[in-house]
């Protein structure tokens, strides 16, 4: 088992950044990729980018190209999502998840944080 918990989200206004963390504990000597969803109310969870164990492939979604980053520590067991140049649009509940491939479907993925709430809003 893997437990993910993810920190970093807050009250940010349009425009401004923050970056998102995901820690890792339990079997964390399996290889897993990573990824990073959101959900805002009333929506379904989407992808948003996804890095694998190397680090050496990313995906993001067309919506957040340009401006999110995903990276990742596998010595501290840590997933990173910069967010640059927020919009209110972002405003969502932001899940971190584990799995065997960088996938941009919620089935794809094995683990999961219980999430950190994200508002962008002046």
């Known amino acids: 088992q893997v437990q993910l918990v993810e920190s970093g989200g807050g009250l940010v206004q349009p425009g401004g950044s923050l970056r998102l963390s995901c820690t890792a504990s339990?079997?964390?000597?399996?290889?897993?990729?990573m990824g990073w969803f959101r959900q805002a109310p009333g929506k379904e969870r989407e992808f948003i980018a996804g890095i694998s164990w190397s680090g050496t492939t990313t995906r993001y979604a067309d919506s957040v190209k340009g401006r999110f980053t995903i990276s990742r520590d596998n010595a501290k067991n840590t997933v990173y999502l910069q967010i640059n140049s927020l919009k209110p649009e972002d405003t969502a509940v932001y899940y971190c998840?584990?799995?065997?491939?960088?996938?941009?479907?919620?089935?794809?993925?094995?683990?999961w944080g219980q999430g950190t709430q994200v508002t962008v809003s002046s």
């Open positions: 339990g079997r964390t000597s399996s290889t897993y990729s």
């Open positions: 998840a584990g799995g065997p491939l960088v996938g941009i479907r919620t089935s794809q993925y094995d683990y």
